[in-house]
């Protein structure tokens, strides 16, 4: 059964930094891309970056460009979000979430951790 | 970045009733168009892929379809279970971008 369950959440200051983990259980890591998408409370979901199976590829969003990290260590079946600069809009449930078989669709998501950017 | 204008923003429908959600693509992502299902404090599930490509374990009364850059998802004989909001994400090319999002509500 494919679980991806997520960690590192919690309330920090505007400008901190926070790294969320993700860990990923019952397929083959390594094989997969895998994503981050945020909801921010009562809103949408927000795609935020992706990452190739051998980080080969990475993409961003524009509203996170430049502050967040996408990365991934396949030996211990775990993705990361690093996350500086934060700010109050990044407020959100992060989501993390492995790439379908063929297209960058998302065909299992984990339960989400919570990030709350107040001082 | 493509833009995916989705409607109807809110929805309530019978029980049995067919039911259309749709999503406008600003320009021409084949069929790199898919769907998911939100259910209140739940995360979201994956239900049509590329367009209309069912996923594992989804109801057949579940479908998608595509004219031009028209997208539907279509809900056959609604169910209680069927209640949550749906997105639309086109993944054709970076940033893949969602919908705004359909809530869907029984009447």
């Known amino acids: 059964e494919v679980q991806l369950v997520e960690s590192g959440g919690g309330l920090v200051q505007p400008g901190r930094s926070l790294k969320l983990s993700c860990l990923a259980s019952?397929?083959?890591?390594?094989?997969?891309?895998m994503n981050w998408i945020r909801q921010a409370p009562g809103k949408g979901l927000e795609w935020v970056a992706s990452?190739?199976?051998?980080?080969?590829?990475?993409y961003y969003a524009d509203t996170v460009k430049g502050r967040f990290t996408i990365s991934r260590d396949n030996a211990k079946n775990t993705l990361y979000l690093q996350m500086t600069s934060l700010r109050s809009e990044d407020t959100a449930l992060y989501y993390c979430?492995?790439?379908?078989?063929?297209?960058?669709?998302?065909?299992?998501w984990g339960p989400g951790t919570m990030v709350t950017v107040s001082s | 970045d493509i833009q995916m204008t989705q409607s109807p923003a809110s929805l309530s429908a019978s029980l049995e009733e067919i039911v259309t959600i749709t999503c406008q693509a600003s320009?021409?992502?084949?069929?790199?168009l898919s769907w998911y299902q939100q259910k209140p404090g739940k995360s979201p599930q994956l239900l049509i892929h590329?367009?209309?490509s069912l996923a594992d374990g989804v109801p057949s009364r579940f479908s998608g379809s595509r004219s031009g850059t028209q997208y539907s998802l279509k809900i056959n004989r609604l169910q209680v279970e069927d209640t949550g909001i749906y997105y639309c994400?086109?993944?054709?090319?970076?940033?893949?971008?969602f919908g705004g999002g359909t809530k869907l509500e029984l009447k």
């Open positions: 979430a492995r790439r379908g078989a063929s297209r960058w669709y998302f065909d299992f």
């Open positions: 019952g397929f083959t890591f390594s094989n997969y891309g």
């Open positions: 990452i190739s199976s051998s980080s080969s590829y990475i």
């Open positions: 320009q021409d992502i084949g069929n790199y």
């Open positions: 590329s367009a209309t």
């Open positions: 994400l086109q993944h054709y090319s970076a940033p893949w971008t």
